[in-house]
């Protein structure tokens, strides 16, 4: 499991209800060099989003009273940060509706480190390259108006 030079101080914010799913993940990804924040309250998840401001969210479906779907939707509407939802369900009715609601990925548990890795790796990439798209638009923009 090897990250991407160029994203190895990513900080992911992993919520789970389950403290040892959080401390599993933060031990399987102690090995990419990313900053890592685990919360087990998606409340604090949603908080920890704003705050945290990271590049990229792991999220587990089934938690207890603020669930995985409310907390997708709540940090949808301030934040575009690349989503992986990580569930125990596997059905595509529930991954399609996941993916509507503005998750990016969906892996069912147990996931393989690798493809977990590989899937991070992905979006993180894809975010970097969305950011620096953004950043030549703004100063082609700026140097238009100048």
Known sequence: ???????????????DD???????????????????????????????????????????????????????SEIRQFSKVPIIIISVIDSSEVITKALNLGADEYLPKPVSPNMLTASINNLLRRAYSEKIMRSKRNLSDQNICN
Not at 1 to 15: E, P, T, V
């Open 1 to 15: 499991m090897i990250a991407s030079n160029n994203h190895k101080k990513a900080k992911i914010l992993i919520i």
């Open 18 to 72: 389950d403290p040892s799913a959080t401390e599993l993940f933060r031990i399987l990804l102690a090995p990419t060099g990313y900053n890592v924040l685990t919360t087990n309250s998606g409340e604090k998840g949603i908080e920890l989003s704003r705050h945290f401001a990271p590049d990229l969210i792991i999220l587990d479906l089934l938690m207890p009273r603020l669930d995985g779907w409310q907390v997708c």
